[in-house]
């Protein structure tokens, strides 16, 4: 089915250690977004795309790094994960810059 | 900085009572705005979007907002909930900031339907 793909659903890490949220979309959409969602703050841009080579920060970018090679693909990094971190994280495309999103399911990330 | 706030936090309402939620941004300029709805342990989905036009929109499921430009307002609006209605509401703004477009999320509304 059409749509965004977020791997994993779920993840444990323990402090300090790396990781990378893949997001991929089948459906040529040119903006890309990465969002965190954690209780009564609704959700956070952390970084986002506008196309294939282009990337830049959202409100809350400390801590992850973003690349945007192809245009379906939108990988989170985490560079030394903190507790802090903790959080549902989604990602988001979306076909043009005034549009609105089509959203992944979600990853559950963890940090113990 | 470009900001979106949804006064009521949480909202409890009977099946069949009417609902509107509250949603104000900052900023002067055009803007795109949004409704999504997530249901319990699912992702976020639009329920409406307004670009330019008649400023009453109307989304899926029975959902209506109006953008009242004098009052930088987008509230949302359903006459009769139902139960399946209980989720939480996020209004959403899209506007052109520093030579880029960003998609800024109000807090969210949690509204719990009783049956």
């Known amino acids: 089915n059409a749509g965004v793909t977020q791997t994993p659903k779920f993840q444990v890490l323990k402090t300090g250690q790396s990781m990378t949220l893949q997001c991929a979309q089948d459906?040529?959409?040119?903006?890309m977004s990465w969002y965190r969602q954690d209780p009564g703050m609704g959700l956070r841009l952390i970084h986002y795309s506008v196309g294939a080579g282009i990337t830049d920060q959202g409100e809350v970018p400390n801590g992850y790094n973003v690349s945007r090679s192809t245009t379906e693909d939108f990988p989170l990094r985490l560079l030394s994960a903190a507790p802090s971190q903790t959080s549902v994280y989604f990602c988001?495309?979306?076909?043009?810059?005034?549009?609105?999103?089509?959203f992944g399911s979600g990853t559950r990330l963890t940090v113990v | 900085a470009q900001s979106v706030s949804q006064h009521n936090h949480h909202v409890i309402l009977s099946e069949a009572a009417s609902l509107e939620l509250g949603c104000n941004y900052s900023?002067?300029?055009?803007?795109?705005l949004f409704w999504y709805v997530q249901y319990p342990g699912q992702h976020l989905q639009l329920l409406l979007k307004?670009?330019?036009?008649?400023?009453l929109v109307k989304g899926i499921k029975g959902f209506e907002a109006e953008f009242i430009k004098s009052k930088f307002s987008f509230n949302l609006r359903k006459p009769s909930v139902q139960w399946s209605d209980t989720a939480e509401y996020f209004c959403?703004?899209?506007?052109?900031?520093?030579?880029?477009?960003?998609?800024?999320f109000g807090t969210g509304t949690r509204l719990k339907v009783l049956a």
């Open positions: 307004y670009f330019s036009g008649d400023p």
């Open positions: 988001a495309s979306s076909s043009d810059r005034g549009g609105g999103y089509t």
């Open positions: 959403a703004v899209n506007a052109l900031s520093s030579g880029t477009y960003k998609y800024i």
């Open positions: 459906m040529n959409h040119e903006y």
């Open positions: 900023y002067g300029g055009t803007v795109n």
